[in-house]
């Protein structure tokens, strides 16, 4: 099992702000656009607003991943496991496997969010 949950927090923090980014640089080039008075088409207005409508949707997703990972991490089941005297390391690793699971699913959504946004920059 490969897990490195700080190494995925770093991930995700790197994501998040890429994720941040890519809105930014389409609401940019709309501001741009709208300057010069190039008009949209409806092509382009339906793909930002499918892509505005799934970040919205994927962002919720995203932060009850990452506050159902705080509330795991928080409570310190893990290492109050750890420091017993009779140590469940099932109990620890089944812990650690879901904290990294949840990462990993943050990462993932993270991920398609980006791709999602920077293909929508290109046509818009």
């Known amino acids: 099992m490969d897990m490195d949950i700080a190494q995925d927090n770093l991930n995700i923090k790197r994501l998040l702000k890429n994720k941040n980014s890519v809105l930014g640089r389409i ?9 010069m008075k190039k008009k949209m088409t409806d092509e382009q207005i339906s793909l930002f607003r499918d892509f505005y409508e799934e970040y919205e949707e994927k962002s919720d997703k995203i932060n009850g991943e990452l506050d159902e990972i705080e509330v795991r991490l ?6 109050k496991e ?4 009779e140590t469940d390391y099932s109990a620890v690793m089944s812990a650690l496997k879901e904290i990294n699971d949840r990462q990993r699913d943050a990462i993932f959504t993270l991920n398609s969010i980006i791709e999602r946004g920077e293909m929508t920059l290109e046509y818009i």
């Open 82 to 85: 750890i420091l017993s005297e």
């Open 74 to 79: 928080a409570r310190n089941d893990v290492k």
């Open 27 to 35: 609401q940019t080039k709309m501001a741009l656009n709208a300057y």
